[in-house]
């Protein structure tokens, strides 16, 4: 039995889809006018485990994750750059599939982009509209009347007094209250073409949160299972979706609401501000792309994850203890699910897609592999693993992997040093053997004598 803590009601609920067998999930994507961050790699990596786990269960999932292509900073970046909107966020989606990639996240189902939706966020509006939801504001942007709509909080645990404490209603916007969102933005003089479309409103682009709105009931439904996100999302931006496609729909919209912890580094908040900020490339540069979806899966989604140098090298060192469990075995993935382990890695997993439990059944598996040898126990620790979308790759491949940053040995001297020593003990110089060997751990490389041969590994 599968339970999810739900944002909406703050606790644990058994998780029932509306469909039996088939879930409908959507997640919101990057806004696409630079390179992702550690917070996106987090989002796209937590609903990645979550989507495989879904389907590891049986179910059938379709999976949505929108891109946003239009906005005010996808404008200002694209005039700073001298090119179109399309070129711009072109480039950037492709950047993020190849982070994405690299991280081991598999595609959605669906990856809209916004500026092909327009024409059903404008039905979208005239259905608030219609309903009184929805009112041109003295600015000609059209607004959403936070006040009409009696649910306005419930994801957020906000009311509206609290929310309206201290806040004044902005004259030149027009706003009935300062609470009210946009839902059509006028265009402004000067904009380009392509960041503006024909509307019964006038010239405009769409507000941000009723991209997801309409995409999300375009492709899924007007009522579907999950909708997940960062936290940072819950309030605005999911409270506003909630409002919106509710107050046009008459009927609930989302029955499970998932929220993945902030990241912070070195025990800050992550921010430009604070120069802490690093996007997945940068990132990438330094540590194996596994190691940081080992690094990310090891915290539970819901709690923050701390990111440092440290954490990312225990990460890598925890990582490569799992590999070398598996080293020599030639083994296909396969999992039986009435093993005692597997039935372990299933009910964390189950346990609100518990990972770090699920993980230490993993090293408990690794334990045992390494007392026993036995081939069907390697088989089924890289099939639990594979669920995770770790242990995949050949293990001496991972760890003779050499490091990303430079000053460390190549492949290639470390083979030559090996070849030396093999060529110092034939000529019993056991004094030159053992100082090559000392010479390659104080490198990180760690010699592994057998009849077979000499196989090492990085530290």
């Known amino acids: 039995m599968l339970t999810i803590y739900n944002s909406l009601v703050r606790e644990k609920r058994e998780f029932v889809p509306i469909e039996p067998g088939k879930v409908r999930m959507y997640v919101c994507g990057m806004t696409v006018y630079d390179y992702c961050h550690l917070g996106h790699a987090r989002v796209m990596v937590v609903f990645d485990m979550v989507t495989r786990w879904l389907r590891a269960s049986g179910y059938g999932v379709t999976y949505v994750r929108n891109i946003t292509d239009i906005d005010d900073k996808i404008i200002k970046r694209a005039a700073e750059n001298g ?58 942007d059209v607004c959403y009347a936070v006040r009409k709509f009696p649910g306005y909080g419930k994801l957020s645990g906000k009311s509206i007094e609290d929310l309206r404490a201290g806040e004044r ?46 995409m999300s009931s375009d492709l899924l439904g007007p009522h579907f299972d999950i909708h997940g996100g960062g936290q940072d999302l819950q309030f605005p931006h999911h409270e506003n979706e909630i409002a919106q496609s509710e107050g046009a729909h008459g009927k609930t919209f989302v029955n499970y609401w998932m929220h993945n ?21 940068e990132v990438l540069k330094k540590y194996d792309a596994e190691v940081v979806r080992f690094f990310i899966l090891r915290a539970h989604y819901r709690s923050p994850l701390n990111y440092s140098d440290a954490h990312l090298e ?29 039935c372990h890695f299933r009910d ?72 030396a020593r093999v060529e110092a003990k034939k000529a019993k110089n056991f004094a030159e053997a053992d100082r090559i060997r000392q010479e390659l751990k104080a490198a990180g490389i760690v010699l592994e004598d057998s009849p077979q041969g000499t196989t090492w590994r990085r530290e």
């Open 261 to 281: 912890g902030f990241v912070r580094v070195d025990d800050e908040k992550m921010s430009k501000s604070l120069g802490n900020f690093f996007t997945i490339r």
């Open 314 to 342: 225990d990460a890598r060192h925890a990582l490569a203890r799992l590999y070398t469990a598996l080293k020599g075995y030639d083994v296909e993935a396969a999992v039986d699910w009435d093993e005692g382990y597997a």
């Open 169 to 214: 209603v902005d004259v030149m916007e027009g706003k009935h209250d300062p609470l009210d969102f946009v839902l059509w933005k006028h265009a402004k003089e000067g904009e380009p073409a392509e960041a503006k479309w024909d509307s019964p409103f006038g010239p405009g682009r769409p507000g941000w949160h009723i991209e997801c709105s309409a």
């Open 348 to 419: 964390a997993l189950n346990d609100d897609f518990g990972t770090p439990e699920a993980m230490a059944v993993l090293f408990d598996m690794a334990n045992e592999l390494n007392r026993s040898r036995d081939p069907k126990l390697a088989a089924q620790l890289k099939g639990l693993a594979g669920i995770l979308g770790l242990l995949q790759r050949d293990p001496m491949a991972f760890l003779q992997a050499a490091p990303a940053t430079e000053g460390g040995l190549s492949n290639e001297e470390i083979e030559a040093r090996i070849a």
């Open 83 to 140: 090119e179109t909107i399309r070129q711009l966020t072109d480039r950037f989606i492709g950047y993020m599939h190849e982070d994405a990639g690299a991280l081991g996240v598999l595609r959605p189902d669906h990856e809209p982009r916004a500026t092909d939706y327009v024409p059903q966020m404008l039905d979208l509006i005239g259905s608030l509209e219609k309903n009184g939801l929805a009112y041109a504001a003295g600015n000609r």
